[in-house]
């Protein structure tokens, strides 16, 4: 069966160091990925999503990831966090035609 | 607004009793996805719909479960004989279909804010 592992259940972190935030998927030919935020009773956001062509992709609000085949991961980075950048994340893949697949969620706290 | 839209927003129900959501997806998308959310879990899958085919159900939509997208634009979803165990957000999205070359908008699913079910 298909899936996607987020490892980290909850990332806190000072405001303005950097964070990276842990995706990894079950091996596929071809995927297509997606990190998502969900602010507090809010539907989901996209950050950003990898399709094809540069494994590195920038995303809204200063995030980027980078998709890397040989280690199915999808791990999302920030160089400088804002308090603003608290919220739920959470990564996601579609392997078939139609399905898409959601990891449980990281939250993300950022202290000031 | 031109986003997803759901209603209600939240719903609390006695168990036993029958519910059903509404979802109008953005007009020009003829794909439309339910998910259901619990405490500490990311969307999982229940249906999909391509216009008013409904093409995909997980092994979640039990036969409590029905959904529907009569004209091919916006959705139900039904829940017969609620559980406690159905309280959730149940969130919809949709997304842009195309027979030519996937661009990246054609990935690209757009959620509504979801639907809060609590079951007493």
């Known amino acids: 069966a298909q899936s996607v592992t987020q490892l980290d259940s909850q990332v806190p972190v000072f405001e303005e160091a950097p964070v990276e935030l842990r995706c990894n998927y079950s091996s596929s030919v071809s995927v297509y990925l997606f990190w998502y935020v969900q602010y507090p009773n809010q539907g989901l956001q996209l950050l950003l999503k990898?399709?094809?062509?540069?494994?590195l992709v920038k995303g809204i609000n200063g995030f980027e990831a980078e998709f890397n085949k040989s280690q199915t991961s999808f791990h999302l980075r920030k160089p400088s966090v804002h308090i603003s950048d608290t919220a739920e994340y959470f990564c996601?893949?579609?392997?078939?035609?139609?399905?898409?697949?959601f990891g449980s969620g990281t939250k993300l706290n950022v202290k000031p | 607004d031109t986003g997803v839209s759901q209603n209600p927003r939240h719903k609390i129900t006695k168990r036993g009793q029958n519910v059903t959501f509404r979802c109008d997806p953005i007009s020009e998308h003829n794909r439309l996805y339910w998910y259901r959310q619990t405490l500490g879990q990311g969307p999982e899958f229940l249906t999909y719909?391509?216009?008013?085919?409904?093409?995909?159900k997980s092994r979640l939509l039990s036969d409590r479960f029905s959904a529907e997208r009569p004209k091919g634009s916006f959705s139900t979803l039904e829940i017969q004989r609620t559980e406690q165990g159905d309280s959730a957000m149940y969130l919809c999205?949709?997304?842009?279909?195309?027979?030519?070359?996937?661009?990246?908008?054609?990935?690209?699913?757009?959620f509504g804010p979801g639907t809060r079910l609590t079951v007493l």
């Open positions: 999205a949709s997304r842009r279909g195309t027979s030519g070359r996937a661009t990246s908008s054609y990935n690209e699913q757009f």
């Open positions: 990898y399709l094809s062509g540069s494994t």
């Open positions: 996601a893949v579609r392997y078939n035609f139609n399905k898409f697949y």
């Open positions: 719909f391509q216009n008013e085919a409904q093409l995909e």
